[in-house]
Structures are given as C-alpha cells and as structure tokens.
C-alpha cells in the first residue's frame, strides 16, 4: 500500500500508536518511532533492513525532556548541547533506564539529539515523547533529504511521511561521544570539529574509518553505506588524469557518470556529468551530494567517478560520506 503523507497531527497519533513516522530534520529525514516502546522501535529496523546491533539516534523537542533519555550530563556535553542545540551535533551519553534496550542496540550509551528544523521541532514538542528516528532510507542508501527520497524507499513500509522542505543541511549530524574524554568524534557531520574545539578544546577522531578488525566505537561504521547503485571511485589527480579514466571505461563499453562541482562542469566528456554545488561554498556540496547520489541511479550509469574535496571544516563530512559511497575505492595519479 501507498504511504500517506500526513500532517504533524496525524504523526503524532501515529507516534502515540507505536507507527513509525518518516519527518524531515535539517540534516536529513527521520523515521522516527517511541523510543520507549520495544515494538515501535522494532518496526523502524524492520521498515529500513537495518543490522540489529546498529543503535538509534533518539530526537527531543526540549532540553528538559533529556533526563527521560540520559542518566548522566557531563559539564563538556551541556557545554557542547548549549552551543548546539538545537541543531546538527548527536552527543553520546550514558543511557537512562526507560529507553527501548533496541534503541542502543543494548549498549549502555545513548545518542541525543535535538533538531532546529521547525516541522521536527514542532512535531517532537507536540508528541513530547522521545523519539528514536535513524535516517529514512533503506540500510546502505544515500540518506533522504527530500520527502521524495524517503518515499522512493519506504513506500508502503512506514505508517506516514511528514513533507516538509528540502533538508537544509543535507549531511547527518556529528556524532560525538561525550563518555570518553577527550570526547571523540565518532562521524563528522554539519556541525565542525574546528567549530567544537573553539568551544570545548581539542577533541579525538575515531580511528580508523574503515574496515575495523575490533569493535568499532561507533557501530555504523562498519556498514557499507550512503551508496548509490552503480559503483563509484574517487578520483584524485589533474583534470587530464581524471579524463584519461573516464575514457577508459568507455572504451570497455561503459556508461560512465561523473560528480563534479560548478567550477569543473565543463572539464570533462563524460556520458552523465552531475553537479554538486560549488567549491567556494562546502555547505552547497553537502546540501546537493545525496541527491546527487541518487540522481546516478537515475541515469542509470555502470561506474561513476567523483572529484575529491578539501578536507577542512564541513569538507570533513564530505569526504566521509564520499569515501563511504565508493567502498574506499580510490583511483590515484602516479606522480
Ligand atoms: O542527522 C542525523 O543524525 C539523522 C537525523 C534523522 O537526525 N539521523 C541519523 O541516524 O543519521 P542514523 O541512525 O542513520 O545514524 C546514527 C549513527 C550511527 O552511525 C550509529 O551507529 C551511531 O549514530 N550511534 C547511535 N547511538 C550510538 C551510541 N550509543 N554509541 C555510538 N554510536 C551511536
Ligand atoms: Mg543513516
């Protein structure tokens, strides 16, 4: 059956119910379910295909409600909620007794988070239930930053969609593990290291990204994710390099789509060239790169080819994302 987009009305009634309800945030949409509730909780893993031992994001509408979610607030994480909040940071905390076990994936920790997007804002205040909202998207996807997205996804899987704008953002929050000290970093998002440290001093950056043989911190981090159909490289080295390999794919027959910024929009002859906001402004990238990402699925490319980004600031979270869409697959000029 056809999902309903529904008013915050009727989301919340659905939440009260123990439906799950996709609703946009300003990184990117929620499907969100009480997070109380064992069997509501159980429904988002379901409606996405996620890993049971991948915790849950759960969302506020009110500084007040976080002791119905965390045990303990160090003097570091009110520092950091303060700064915030509400907004794009998920700050790791212990976790109160109360919460759905599913929700942490029975660890002892908690994420919070409490959103600036207006609809969420609304919705969470109205519903005054803690909500535990992953992104709504299938396990493995490009996160949703349209109501379109989410629907492309989980049409006849969720109870309701609540339509709201264009994600703002349009890259996750950063997840910060306020446990430990220093705290860590454990996904860079739309709120900077560089803007954390200014206000609580040097933090940690969970090592390393990729292919863990222990337990990752975080345990997200170990899922293929973010990725779009055909399989993609980053490809870093002169614009003559980077056309010498898409010319190569074609010549092994190949439909070959490529992500680039306005500033290189014309560098290359490729089949699908798709354009992802601009170099002087990161904040334009991460807004675009999902949609973007999707976009290829469209077109139905078989290899996709993207530029690579300056890591500072949000460029951090770019090249996360970036690297995680391709598989870590790289493809580098000799020197
Ligand atoms: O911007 C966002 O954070 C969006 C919107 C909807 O708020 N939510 C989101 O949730 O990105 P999700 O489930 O896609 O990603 C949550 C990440 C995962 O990598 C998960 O492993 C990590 O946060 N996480 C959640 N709880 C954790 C915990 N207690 N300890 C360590 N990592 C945790
Ligand atoms: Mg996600």
């Known amino acids: 059956m056809h999902t309903k987009r529904v008013s915050i009305e009727e989301a919340v009634s659905l939440l009260r119910q123990g439906q799950v309800v996709a609703f946009p945030t300003e990184t990117v949409y929620g499907l969100g379910a009480d997070a109380t509730s064992d069997e509501a909780v159980a429904r988002i893993f379901a409606a996405k295909g996620r890993p049971a031992d991948n915790p849950l994001i759960v969302h506020i509408g009110r500084v007040e409600q976080l002791p119905q979610v965390a045990a303990e ?30 929700v942490t994936a029975g660890l002892d920790s908690v994420g919070v988070r409490l959103p ?44 309701g969609i609540v339509d709201g704008d264009k994600a703002e953002i349009g890259l996750e929050s950063t997840v910060i593990d306020c446990t430990v000290t220093p705290p860590i970093i454990l996904r860079p998002g739309g709120v900077t290291r560089e803007e954390i440290e200014a206000v ?34 980053i490809v870093k080295g002169d614009p003559d390099f980077f056309q010498s390999v898409i010319t190569n794919a074609q010549a092994a027959g ?76 790289v493809i580098e000029q000799e020197k």
């Open 116 to 159: 600036s997007d207006p609809v969420a804002l609304k919705l969470l205040q109205a519903v005054n239930l803690p909500i535990a909202a992953p992104s709504a998207n299938v396990s493995g996807r490009p996160s949703p930053t349209t109501a379109d997205h989410v629907a492309e996804d989980l049409d006849g899987k969720v109870a």
């Open 254 to 329: 190949k439909r070959v789509g490529v992500l680039v910024t306005q500033e290189s929009r014309h560098a290359y002859r490729a089949d699908v060239v798709l354009t992802c906001g601009n170099r002087q402004d990161a904040s334009s990238i991460a807004r675009e790169l999902y949609h973007v990402l999707r976009e290829f699925d469209r077109q139905d490319v078989d290899v996709i080819y993207g530029e690579s980004f300056d890591e500072a600031g949000l460029g951090a979270a770019i090249m996360n994302r970036l690297r995680k869409a391709s598989g870590y697959q």
């Open 73 to 102: 607030i160090s003097e570091t994480a009110r520092a950091l909620m303060d700064a915030f909040w509400p907004g794009a940071l998920t700050v790791i905390l212990p976790k109160q007794a109360g919460l759905s076990q599913l």
């Open 200 to 233: 609580i001093g040097l933090v940690d950056t969970a090592q390393p990204e990729v292919g863990e043989t222990k337990a990752p911190k975080s345990p997200g981090m170990k899922y293929t994710h973010y990725a779009p159909k055909a399989p993609m490289s």
